[in-house]
């Protein structure tokens, strides 16, 4: 029987790549797109719904598919004012995953980060750590947190500090053996196909998704 995705996030780098996938796959007959701006140019398969992300119960109406792909995240240049960040980066996920338990949804994936700890002291880890927490407190049958390292790729935006920090990692981590192999930069392209793949899996039990299975859930991919 074939599927409808919800997709929040699909004007950034992983959410675009994952539409795309999604739009391919022929096992979704229906892809419904939550976001603040419209995409255009896409097949009649695809629902956009444009609003405040930060108000989504809104939708609550139109909050009704099979699975939901939950890509949001923000940066400190790009938000750099905490309340805000944190109602994007925690609101936003956690709101959808409440939605997803009140429409009955029973796949629920979103992208985190690799050290996310709600006890962290940093606050980007502790609020995705305080995500993690409270998506999982909806008990959701069929739930994934992937936790990326830096996520690699180009993006339509200017982010300097990031450009910078992907370039130093792509020198240094041939360096990376052992437990910092979780640290190499993950292929963005590989996180929309590991989301697609644990979506459609039967037997995948795990439910933190670090950088390294990342790798291993797309390695034939």
């Not at 400190?76 to 960040?85: A, F, G």
């Not at 994936?109 to 750590?129: C, D, P, Q, W």
């Not at 930069?185 to 590989?190: A, F, M, Y």
């Amino acid at each position: 029987m074939k599927k409808t995705a919800i997709i929040l996030g699909a004007t950034g780098l992983t959410g675009g790549l994952l539409l795309n996938l999604l739009i391919q796959d022929e096992n979704y007959k229906s892809i419904k797109l939550f976001s603040r701006s419209r995409i255009d140019n896409l097949p009649n398969k695809v629902t956009q719904f444009i609003g405040d992300l930060l108000q989504l119960e809104q939708f609550k109406d139109e909050f009704k598919a099979d699975e939901v792909f939950c890509c949001i995240g923000t940066t400190k240049s790009k938000t750099p004012d905490k309340t805000l960040y944190k109602k994007i980066d925690y609101g936003i996920p956690v709101s959808a995953a409440k939605l997803a338990k009140t429409n009955g949804i029973d796949t629920f994936l979103v992208i985190s980060a690799l050290g996310a700890n709600a006890n962290s002291r940093i606050f980007y880890n502790k609020t995705k750590g305080e995500m993690e927490r409270d998506v999982l407190k909806q008990n959701i049958s069929k739930t994934y947190i992937l936790q990326p390292s830096l996520i690699g790729g180009n993006r339509d935006e200017k982010r300097t500090l990031e450009a910078i920090g992907l370039a130093i990692f792509k020198v240094i981590q041939p360096l990376f053996f052992g437990k910092l192999k979780q640290y190499k930069i993950t292929d963005p392209k590989r996180m929309a196909q590991a989301m697609v793949n644990l979506a459609n899996s039967k037997s995948y039990n795990e439910i933190i998704i670090t950088s390294t299975d990342i790798k291993k859930i797309t390695k034939h991919n």
